[in-house]
């Protein structure tokens, strides 16, 4: 009776028009979106979707608000892409976008690999692999590299169990979990392909490029920053030197070669600063990292 | 008979939003989720069968829930219940736990009269529930 008056009343209340960009700003998407435009070098795939897919969320909330129906979508993920392309880093963002627009109650990312899911003996698969679901309900469950939960040498390997819970619970949980799958583009598709239930369930597949020498100098910069460091004015050039050699190389792994490389040259600029005896090492020295930290790498004599 | 045992137990059954909300609440706080059920609701019957192990680091009900449904499903004539655990210093006890299943008919309790020396009596409650032969109770 009470319910029937409450339906009644809401009816009549739903307005004709509803004006989306008060919504946006009200959910503070926009907000998330610019960080992530801001923050993040190059993915213009990435940030494409990440824009359609937040979009999509906006209007379905507001079909919502005028009465029409609004079937929640599916939201699984699956992020294929060089290593250190960002995947795991849209993945957060992922959560939070997702937690604003109302889509996932909580907005947590749980981050596993194969080791989390998949047990030791017969009987363990199961209930760890249910453990990590329910830990990750209510935000993101994010699986790194995840084409090895499928691995057709071992036809025993309970890594099938793991994918059968997973299939089970991405379908009758829809609402309460969105699962991003993560790994290098040839063995997902593999992947997909031994398992076309995962593939069909899986409506978002994002290829993640790989950075220029322009994005990954971008991207330095902002480590740099990070770490509050910056470069001596030649030490600019011996940066991008360097990143064009070193993506030459064998296992380049984008943003993350770079990172190891900024690491390495943090070594070197404390050792010589700790060699350089006799005065006083000001703010600056302690803040520059020089050309000739850079060009000490072994990537200049190769 | 109705089982009054536990938070929420003089209130109508909760429905499974409202349980939900109420483990919602108990995470909210930080306090470890556990779903256990028994046949036997005797007021001393404190160690319920426990329904696989609690649940640590959990963000949202769901997960509990699913627990909770799969429990009822296997032991759809069992009291099911929900205990939220605080693992702080000084607390390390159960601080909710309320009642989410009930069985349909609830078999209630009878008193035991038992005489000793020089005519006196002691009484005690027993489960009607404990009164089927082993094997056709659980």
């Given at each position: 009776m009470d319910t029937a008056a409450n339906a009644t009343s809401r009816e009549t209340a739903a307005p004709d028009a509803v004006d989306l960009a008060a919504l946006a700003r009200e959910t503070g998407v926009p907000d998330v979106l610019d960080e992530l435009e801001r923050d993040l070098v190059g993915l213009a795939p990435v940030k494409a979707r990440i824009r359609d897919i937040a979009a999509l969320l906006l209007v379905d909330r507001g079909r919502r608000l005028v009465g029409l129906p609004a079937e929640p979508p599916s939201l699984h993920m699956c992020f294929t892409g060089n290593p250190g392309t960002g995947k795991t880093t849209v993945a957060m963002r992922m959560a939070e976008i997702l937690h604003r627009l109302g889509y996932v109650r909580k907005g947590h990312l749980v981050a596993v690999t194969r080791d989390d899911l998949v047990g030791q003996y017969i009987g363990h698969t199961a209930p760890k692999t249910r453990e990590v679901l329910k830990r990750a309900m209510g935000g993101v469950l994010f699986i790194d590299e995840a084409y090895y939960l499928y691995r057709p040498e071992n036809e025993r390997d309970y890594g099938q169990e793991a994918i059968e819970i997973l299939l089970q619970v991405m379908e009758n949980h829809r609402d309460d979990l969105v699962v991003i799958l993560a790994g290098y583009k040839d063995r997902m598709d593999t992947f997909f392909q031994s398992n076309p239930g995962m593939a069909s369930r899986i409506a978002h597949h994002i290829d993640f490029p790989d950075y220029s020498v322009d994005e990954l100098y971008s991207i330095s910069g902002l480590m740099l920053a990070k770490m509050g460091y910056r470069l001596a004015p030649d030490a600019e050039t011996a940066l991008r030197e360097y990143i064009a050699r070193r993506i030459a190389l064998p296992h380049f792994a984008n943003a993350r070669s770079v990172r190891n490389a900024l690491d390495r040259a943090r070594l070197r600029q404390a050792s010589r600063l700790v060699a350089a005896t006799g005065r006083a090492v000001s703010r600056d020295d302690l803040a520059t990292i020089t050309a000739a930290d850079l060009r000490a790498s072994r990537v200049f004599n190769a | 008979m109705r089982i009054t045992q536990g938070t929420f137990s003089y209130l109508p059954d909760l429905t499974d939003a409202e349980i939900a909300a109420q483990i919602d609440y108990a995470l909210g706080k930080g306090w470890s989720v556990s779903v256990e059920h028994t046949d036997d609701p005797h007021p001393r019957n404190v160690y319920?069968?426990?329904?696989?192990?609690?649940?640590?680091?959990?963000?949202?009900?769901?997960?509990?829930?699913?627990?909770?449904?799969?429990?009822?499903?296997?032991?759809?004539?069992?009291?099911?219940?929900?205990?939220?655990?605080?693992?702080?210093?000084?607390?390390?006890?159960?601080?909710?736990?309320?009642?989410?299943?009930r069985p349909a008919a609830e078999p209630g309790f009878r008193v035991v009269r038992q005489e000793v020396a020089g005519r006196a009596v002691r009484y005690t409650v027993e489960s009607y529930a404990v009164d089927r032969p082993e094997g056709s109770r659980y």
């Open positions: - | 319920w069968e426990m329904w696989g192990m609690p649940m640590f680091d959990l963000k949202d009900a769901a997960g509990a829930m699913m627990e909770i449904k799969a429990c009822r499903r296997t032991f759809p004539s069992h009291y099911v219940k929900v205990n939220a655990f605080e693992a702080t210093q000084g607390w390390e006890s159960t601080r909710l736990s309320f009642i989410v299943q």
